[in-house]
Every structure is written in structure tokens, then in C-alpha cells.
């Protein structure tokens, strides 16, 4: 703790970073956000993953008097950053659970001292009446409070002590707070702004845009043959992770992974602890790593060349989509962000959400959720631009999608409306005239014309409908259901094994006021 000051001679937040942190130039809106609080304001800074956001209290710490008080939900990462910062010189320390009653007083001597210029702390500690008093008696310079959105309880990420740091605006009045996240929706933003009591803070809000990422959807099919064929041949000794939706599914593609020569480890909350440690480790580690994983695989990853994350299940979110894949390409070297679905995953979210235990209103939150991940599933626009249009933010097509690249093509689209009217017809002839309801492979079969012992039995080869579309493949019918159901036009009925209902939506397009456009496949 005896260490001189970190750059004592440097006087502008510039000096700082290239003094102290080595960089040549501030990225956006570093600069800015970094004026703002030397000048005492508040601030929200959403920024994306790898983004920099630390600098932006990292700095001003360095320039205002007294201890900048840092809250943070990782301890993992508290000691990384305080290892990091003392390797540059700067007085950096932390109080958690894990040290002991002799180190906690070594940082408490030495805080008391104006020895310590950034203090990081676990939210839970921030409130304890302990360390706030030790803090009234030494100058604070500014509270930076990470990962913000944990004080959002509709996020996966709530975490109940974030609340009560709201008292920090009336407890040190005068001192600048800034709220960091990487999760950016209008809501999210609303609810930090609120929960913290950031009335007065200014908004600072970086591109969203990451250039190196490529994005790609793909219609799932044989997910495991796909994956490997994802991994081997485009990403073959490179480090990914593959997100999944359960815990079972990380065991089993992790183990069926590791019998096809791929070094991979799964990660989910049910394993215990040290494992979860151990297999982080393992990732972090080994050349080629590949982490299965559940949702619980996220904050505080720490690598910076993963070069692919693969989505085998359809994410919850576009919000979880957009912070997953964002842990690609850290670097800033390509990278690609994998997403394959079918109708399969459609269907079981919306029985997973229909099961789910909870208010109406959180049944709808997870629902529209659902829904807006499904829809920039679908989409033919460009991903970046919808990524970013999910940010309230406005940008050009990004060049680096898949939709970009087909774009560039001949023929890239299909107006898939009269497949569409064949299969609306289909489930509504059933329906109409003989009061059944089926799902999607009886449905397929009929309009494909193929007569199987359950077409016979119930004789739905004698419907006008039998076999108008037989020219398109099973997986291009696959394809045009996924898209009617992301479109509701065909939802699953209330009884839940499946089957499949019109909408009003689907009227339209039967009626032909409505067109269905989709990509061309290249199979066709
Ligand atoms: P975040 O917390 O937003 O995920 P970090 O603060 O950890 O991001 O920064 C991510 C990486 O970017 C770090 O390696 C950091 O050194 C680097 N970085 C941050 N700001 C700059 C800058 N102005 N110039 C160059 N590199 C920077
Ligand atoms: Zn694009």
C-alpha cells in the first residue's frame, strides 16, 4: 500500500490514460463521461461488452481527491481488476468474504490513511453500517456502481442489495455516482435511472455495433451434426460457447462434444461450486475450449479470444442474445455469433411460458420477450440494425450479417405466401369441416401429399388439400411453419400437445391482403 500515487504528474483525464493505462486515445464516449463526473455529475453509461467502461470511473478516480468506491457483484473479477490496477501503479484494494480479519484491517488502515485511491466492494457491503462509517471519515472522491442492471428485478441478473443503493445520493450528497451496464433496453435504462435515484444523471450511450461479430441464424435440423460441422470446420482449435436452455442439455451436448475429439465442459447452477470454478478454469486455460452452458454462464467472463458462441436453443431474449454473443470476439478479431432454431423451440417456449408459475403481467414480459426473439429470428433486415434499433438506436445495415450478405445476392428472397395459403387452408379445412386440430409433421405430411398410415386412417388423402404442396422439401415446410408461427399466425392451441390453430392474423393472409416473405433456401 506504500506505493506512490499512480502518475502524479499527470494532470488531464489524456495524461491519465496514456500514463497510467497505456492507451493513445479515449474510444466513445469515455472522454465525455469522464468530464461529466470530474465535474461532479451523475452518470448512466451503457456500453457494450469490451466496450471500456471501466475507465470511465477509473480515470476520474485517479484525478479527484479522495477514495472512489467501487460496487461491484464479482468478487472473482474485484481481484482481477485490483490485481490489474496495481500492476499499473495505481493504489487499488477491495473488502470481501473470502479474505481474512487481518487482510479486511490492512485495507481499512490503509483507507483510513488516504493510501487507497479505489476501494471495490460487493454491494452487500456497501450497506453494512461498517464500512460506511469508515468511509465518513475520509474523502470519497466518486461511487462507481458496475453492472447496474442488477438492480433491475425483471433482469436475470436482480440482485436485492443493489436496491438500497439508492441511499447513497442522500447519505454523500455531492459526490458523483456512475451506473455501468452493458444491458441497455429503454426499460432497463428507466429502472437503474429510477431505482438509483439518478434523477440528474446524464445518459451516455455508446454504438451498440460490434463490427467483428458475424452474425448468423440457421433453421436447426440435426443441431448436434450442425454444431460439430460449425466447430471443426470453420472454428476447429478456437475457444466458443455453446448456450443451451436446460441444464440437462449442457451435460449431454457437453459429453456428446467430448466423444467427437472437442474439448468441452459444461456449466450450469446445478453443479456444485468448486466445479463450476474448475471448469471455468479449464476454459479459461485450455486452447480450443468449448463451455456448454446455461444462462448462468455470463457476467464476468474475462476472455478475450472466444471466437464463436453458438446458441443451440432459442434464447429467452434479444437482450440475452445480444449480451451472449456479445462475449465474442472481445479482441476485436473475427468472430461469430451462431444462432439455429426450428419449430421445436417455438413450441416449447411458448409451453415453458405457459407453464410457468407468476403474475399475468410477468407471463406477458416473457412473452414479448419471446416474441421479439423470435421475430429477429425470422427477419430479413439486417441483424446489426436490428440490434441496435432494439438500443433505440438508429444505424445502417451493418455488413456483417448473414441477412447483410444475402442481400448482395440474386433471388435471396422467397415470397413464400402461397405455401403459406396451402398450409393456412390445411389447418383451417380441418378444423372447419371436421373439427380436428393437428400438429406439425401430420400437417407436413398432407400438404406434401404423403400418404401414411395415419393420413389413411383418418382419411386426409381425400381433402383438396392432399399433396398441393409436394414440390417443397419437409425442411422448406418446416421452415414456412416456424415462420408462421413466429408471425402467430398459427399459434398452439390451449390444449398443449402441439397442434396447431389459426389466428386472425393468419386471415389476412389467406385473404391474400397479406404477403409472407422468406429467405431462399439453399437447399431449394
Ligand atoms: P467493459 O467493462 O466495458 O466490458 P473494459 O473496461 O474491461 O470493458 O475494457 C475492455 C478492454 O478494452 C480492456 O482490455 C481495456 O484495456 C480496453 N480499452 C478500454 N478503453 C480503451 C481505450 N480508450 N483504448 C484502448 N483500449 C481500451
Ligand atoms: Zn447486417
Known amino acids: 500500500m506504500s506505493q506512490p500515487q499512480a502518475g502524479v504528474c499527470a494532470r488531464t483525464p489524456t495524461d491519465v490514460l496514456q500514463t497510467v493505462f497505456g492507451h493513445q486515445s479515449f474510444r466513445f464516449p469515455q472522454a465525455e463521461v469522464i468530464a461529466h463526473v470530474m465535474h461532479g455529475g451523475d452518470a448512466l453509461v451503457l456500453m457494450p461488452t469490451g466496450g471500456g467502461k471501466s475507465l470511465c470511473y477509473q480515470v476520474p478516480a485517479l484525478l479527484r481527491g479522495g477514495v472512489a468506491v467501487v460496487i461491484s457483484p464479482l468478487i472473482a473479477l474485484m481481484h482481477d481488476q485490483v490485481r490489474a490496477l496495481g500492476k499499473r501503479g495505481v493504489r487499488a484494494a477491495t473488502l470481501n468474504s473470502t479474505q481474512s480479519p487481518e487482510q479486511a484491517q490492512a485495507v481499512r488502515q490503509a483507507l483510513q490513511a488516504g493510501h487507497i485511491d479505489l476501494l471495490y466492494v460487493a454491494p452487500e457491503r456497501m450497506v453494512s453500517t461498517r464500512l460506511t462509517e469508515l468511509l465518513r471519515q475520509v474523502p470519497v472522491s466518486l461511487f462507481a456502481i458496475d ?24 447519505d454523500w450528497p455531492g459526490v458523483p455516482r456512475v451506473a455501468l451496464t452493458a444491458t441497455a433496453t429503454a426499460q432497463t435504462r ?39 460441422q460449425l466447430i471443426t470446420q470453420s472454428h476447429s482449435g478456437q475457444s466458443g460457447i455453446v448456450y443451451v436452455a436446460t441444464r440437462a442439455r449442457a451435460q449431454a451436448l457437453a459429453s456428446w462434444l467430448r466423444r467427437h475429439a472437442v474439448a468441452a465442459w459444461p456449466y450450469h447452477a446445478g453443479l456444485e461450486r468448486a466445479q463450476r470454478q474448475a471448469h471455468e478454469a479449464a476454459f479459461a486455460d485450455t486452447p480450443g475450449a468449448v463451455m456448454v452452458a446455461t444462462v448462468a454462464f455470463g457476467m464476468g467472463i474475462d476472455k478475450p479470444d472466444i471466437r464463436f458462441v453458438a446458441h443451440v436453443d432459442l434464447p429467452r431474449s434479444l437482450e440475452h442474445y445480444y449480451q451472449e454473443t456479445g462475449r465474442a470476439g ?34 406477458q414480459r416473457v412473452l414479448q420477450a419471446f416474441d421479439e426473439m423470435l421475430r429477429f429470428g425470422e427477419s430479413l433486415q ?21 441477412n447483410c450478405l444475402a442481400r448482395d445476392m440474386p433471388q435471396a428472397q422467397w ?36 400418404a401414411t398410415p395415419r393420413v389413411r386412417l383418418q382419411s ?11 414440390q417443397w422439401s419437409v425442411v422448406t415446410w418446416r421452415l414456412v411453419l416456424r415462420a408462421l408461427l413466429a408471425q402467430q399466425m398459427l399459434v398452439p392451441d390451449d390444449e398443449g400437445y402441439g397442434t396447431l390453430a389459426m389466428t386472425p392474423a393468419s386471415v389476412a393472409l389467406l385473404r391474400g391482403q397479406q404477403k409472407l416473405l422468406m429467405r431462399q433456401l439453399a437447399s431449394d
Not at 429510477?194 to 455508446?206: E, H, K, P
Not at 451462431?338 to 405457459?354: K, P, S, T
Request: glycine residues 10%; neutral net charge; aromatic residues 10%.
Open 460 to 470: 386426409h388423402d381425400t381433402l383438396s388439400v392432399f399433396g398441393v404442396g409436394a
Open 147 to 170: 453492472e447496474a442492471h442488477c438492480v433491475s428485478q425483471w433482469g436475470h441478473d436482480f440482485r436485492p442489495e443493489y436496491l438500497a443503493l439508492e441511499r447513497l445520493a442522500a
Open 415 to 450: 415470397d413464400a405466401t402461397e405455401a403459406a395459403q396451402m398450409m393456412l387452408s390445411t389447418v383451417y379445412r380441418l378444423w372447419r369441416e371436421r373439427g380436428q386440430r393437428f400438429g406439425s409433421g401430420h400437417l407436413i405430411d398432407i400438404v406434401r401429399g404423403k
Open 382 to 402: 439486417c441483424r446489426g440494425q436490428a440490434l441496435s434499433a432494439h438500443f433505440g438506436q438508429d444505424s445502417g445495415p451493418c455488413g456483417h450479417c448473414d
Open 190 to 228: 428507466h429502472e437503474i435511472l429510477n431505482r438509483l435515484g439518478l434523477n440528474q444523471a446524464r445518459v451516455f450511450v455508446s454504438g451498440f455495433d460490434r463490427p467483428n461479430i458475424f452474425y448468423q441464424v440457421v433453421h436447426k435440423t440435426d443441431v448436434r451434426a450442425q454444431l460439430l
Open 330 to 363: 472481445r479482441d476485436g478479431l473475427p468472430a461469430t455469433a451462431w444462432l439455429a432454431y426450428g419449430i421445436n423451440d417455438v413450441l416449447q417456449r411458448w409451453q415453458l411460458a405457459r407453464n410457468a408459475q407468476g403474475s399475468a403481467s410477468q407471463l
